[in-house]
């Protein structure tokens, strides 16, 4: 589906279906195959919708470091590129959750600038955060297509999260969102993933390899 560019509107959306936690992986892996240092990357989903696992994948086909988890305790984590991997001399992965981070000045805080350039940065609840760090980027939404319920440990956006850390944005999960973990038996559930492309790096849409991916 092609979107004519109007303000901050995207040049393109592409809208896939995956049914197994395997796939979202595979996806990552296919897409990280277009990606190039200096791309950001804008991750939106509830908890359990598959962020980290998608995460996972682009760092398998971008040949970095394994043990790629969720960064939410230390804001970011980069994996550098292995130079025995599938992508010798490639750019490193910088995974960061801007969950805890309340607004654009947060982000310049954790100096994002110093990597942005020689790796590729996935920026989890990144929206309205960081568009101002690049002018191109592509926003991946990660959309369950059954309920769940949330985990009693979330709090309400813009709720506190504890003394000295920031209200979560407006796009944080709440209590309402609903949530799914891959290790439950509903892995198998169908999700949306919904990319879009902004900027001239992406003026044109990528062809992503993923067989069985629809």
Known sequence: MNIPETGNAPLWVQTLTVTTADQTHVLGAALAEVLRAGDLLVLTGELGAGKTTFTQGLGEGLGVREGIISPTFVLVRIHPNLPDGPRPGGPDLVHVDAYRLGS???????????????????????????????????????????????????????????????????????????????????????????????????????????????
Request: net charge negative.
């Open 104 to 214: 654009a000045s947060e982000i310049d805080d954790i100096d994002l600038e110093n990597t942005l350039d020689s790796a590729v940065t996935v920026v989890e609840w990144g929206r309205d955060r960081v568009e101002h760090l690049t002018e191109s980027r592509l926003e991946v939404e990660l959309h369950r297509q059954l309920g769940g319920a949330a985990p009693a440990h979330l709090h309400a956006a813009g709720e506190s999260t504890g003394p000295g850390t920031a209200a979560p944005g407006p796009d944080a999960p709440s209590p309402d969102v609903p949530v799914l973990d891959f290790e439950s038996e509903d892995d198998d559930e169908p999700r949306t993933i919904i990319i879009r492309g902004f900027g001239p790096r992406w003026a044109e849409q990528p062809v992503l390899a993923a067989e069985g991916i629809s």
